[in-house]
């Protein structure tokens, strides 16, 4: 839900779901990730607020041009790792004039072309293939011909499915606007408006907006705030679950509402998003939980 509210849904539905990327995709752990948030977004920032010295820094940290043994000049007419290290950035700002948010694929092969920084194995497979055939393709190549005739070719070892959807997973996130890494990455560090569940246990606010939308959750088939509230029923398996006194989706949703809405010190609103607004008011009345005057009714834009 916050990736679709804070505008970096691009990047969150594919890196969000495999078993080896969401987990330190959603703490923002995710090595191949921190590229673009520790490493290419603050060269970005810097030189668009013409802040020379914070480019180099974040150059400095992590970029191989600029080690001490790329920036000693080299002799014989070649360029240092300096000299490369300005091509590449110029290379870089170039994507994002008159204010064009270049892909995420794009500033990747640019990152890689020139060197800037180093990129991670699971990045390396996404980089873009001009056709030509590498040294080392030769290589193999002129070794497969020379094979004596009754040696059997060594077979290629068949591709891991999983590292194969990682793969996926990276393409089509590639195609994300560059702007939605720094939503991300304020999301992640917690400089957003909004957290989630987990995020905020154990902590408190002054004033919290608790978001109930079962349209935009991530945790689809385990909670369901229409149910709670009485919009939905439960399925027959999950109503013979509570008959038999087992958790059911309601005590799931329960307890994710108990804990966001425990956070408030001061005051609480909770905004619902439902197709039977009128069939909720009527169960939190009913229930006591909140009094006709404290309920607004209001449609949302475009319905």
């Known amino acids: 839900m916050a990736a679709a509210r804070l505008g970096f849904s691009e990047l969150f539905e594919p890196l969000g779901k495999p078993d080896k990327l ?30 020379a010295y914070a480019a180099m820094a974040v150059l400095r940290d992590g970029s191989p041009l600029v080690e001490k043994r790329g ?26 004039e008159d204010g064009h948010d270049p892909k995420c694929a794009e ?22 293939d001009d056709g030509s055939p590498t040294q080392e ?11 004596p005739a009754n040696e059997t070719p060594t077979v290629p070892k068949a591709e891991d499915p999983a590292e194969n959807s990682i793969t996926e997973a990276w393409t089509q996130a590639l195609e994300a606007p560059f ?45 369901s705030y229409e149910t709670l509230f009485g919009v ?20 799931r949703t ?19 998003y439902s197709e039977a607004p009128d069939s909720i ?3 939190l009345v009913s229930k006591g939980w909140m009094a006709e005057d404290e309920i607004v009714m209001a449609a949302v834009r475009g319905t």
């Open 137 to 147: 393709d030769t290589d193999i190549g002129a070794d497969l011909i020379q094979s």
């Open 71 to 96: 920036i000693r000049a080299v002799g014989g007419g070649q360029t240092t790792g300096l000299d490369a290290a300005r091509t590449g950035v110029v290379a870089l700002m170039t994507l994002f």
């Open 254 to 272: 329960r307890r994710l509402l108990y804990v966001t809405c425990t956070r408030a010190e001061e005051s609480l609103a909770l905004v619902l």
């Open 281 to 283: 008011r009527g169960f």
């Open 22 to 51: 969401k987990d330190g995709f959603r703490d923002g752990t995710l090595p191949a990730m921190r590229l673009f948030t520790h490493r290419v977004l603050p060269l970005v920032t810097a030189q668009r607020n013409g802040d």
């Open 179 to 223: 702007s939605q890494v720094a939503r991300y990455r304020d999301y992640v560090e917690d400089r957003s408006p909004f957290g989630t569940h987990q995020g905020v246990k154990g902590l408190e606010f002054p004033r919290v907006m608790v978001i109930a939308d079962d349209v935009h959750t991530r945790f689809k088939g385990l909670a």
């Open 107 to 128: 500033v990747l092969a640019v990152v890689a072309k020139h060197g800037l920084f180093p990129v991670p194995d699971q990045l390396q497979l996404c980089l873009p």
């Open 232 to 251: 939905k029923q439960l399925s027959p398996g999950a109503q013979k679950k509570a008959d038999e006194g087992e958790e059911t989706t309601i005590e």
